[in-house]
């Protein structure tokens, strides 16, 4: 079946100022500022392999794509119309070469992913928007159900793919909600950082700036020896810089 057949009505929206140009259909789950953001967000290079988990018809995994020449990137969509939508973009983008779709849940076996092509350790960067909604009053259309909706564990499901995709210190760079932000640490911390220990708040009275969470302090290295970082700090007398302030 078409993308065509499949939805009644396809639209063709133009993003990032017309440089990229999607059909998606009209109705159920369509590109926002979130896929825009997340492209954005993610830092990738000519020569580097990524991956877009859960990418629907393209929009972030293409929109990084067009800003990085020479980085190839895989789409990885559940729905197969949406696959289908995905990989027409990527040709009518003329991305063809560098951009590819395939048809696979996220939270399939390694050795699904890999008869796609999609090896353990082979990816230098996974990006993702995974659904982040309770499925309370669930839509009735399926592709903006599954895009919106979640069941407890999603994410640390998709985190899990992620970690297993990507290469050592390959980068994983997700969007959600800000009032779930401490599920991400839950997810993110046991697979790609060690456990905090302690968290330092900064608050400034009426101050309309936006939560900000900095990187963390690493203490010790992996033989337990102090970090330079951590000396300057606790034995030099120097700041730890909160926002520059």
Known sequence: MTAQR??????????????LVLRQPRCGHRVGHDAILL???????????????????????????RRVEGLAVTLVEIDPVLAELARENAGRNGLAERA????????????????????AGAADRVLMNPPFN????????RN??????TAQGTLGLWVRTAFRLLRPSGALTLIWRADGAADVFAAILPHF????????VRAVKASRAPTTVL?????ADARGKPTEEAEAILRGGAAL????R
């Open 39 to 65: 492209a954005a967000a993610t830092s990738a290079h000519a020569g580097e392999h990524a991956v877009d988990l859960g990418a629907g018809v393209g929009g972030a995994g293409l929109a990084l794509a």
């Open 100 to 119: 590819r779709a395939v048809c696979a849940d996220v939270g399939a076996r390694s050795a699904a992913f890999a008869a796609l092509g999609l090896r």
């Open 215 to 219: 990187p963390g302090l690493l203490l």
């Open 241 to 244: 810089p909160m926002d520059g």
């Open 144 to 149: 903006r159900r599954l895009a919106h909706s």
């Open 134 to 141: 309770a499925p309370t009053n669930p839509s009735p259309q």
């Open 6 to 19: 499949a939805f009644s009505k396809i639209s063709e929206d133009a993003v990032l100022g017309g440089r």
């Open 193 to 200: 950082g060690a456990t905090a220990i302690r968290v330092l």
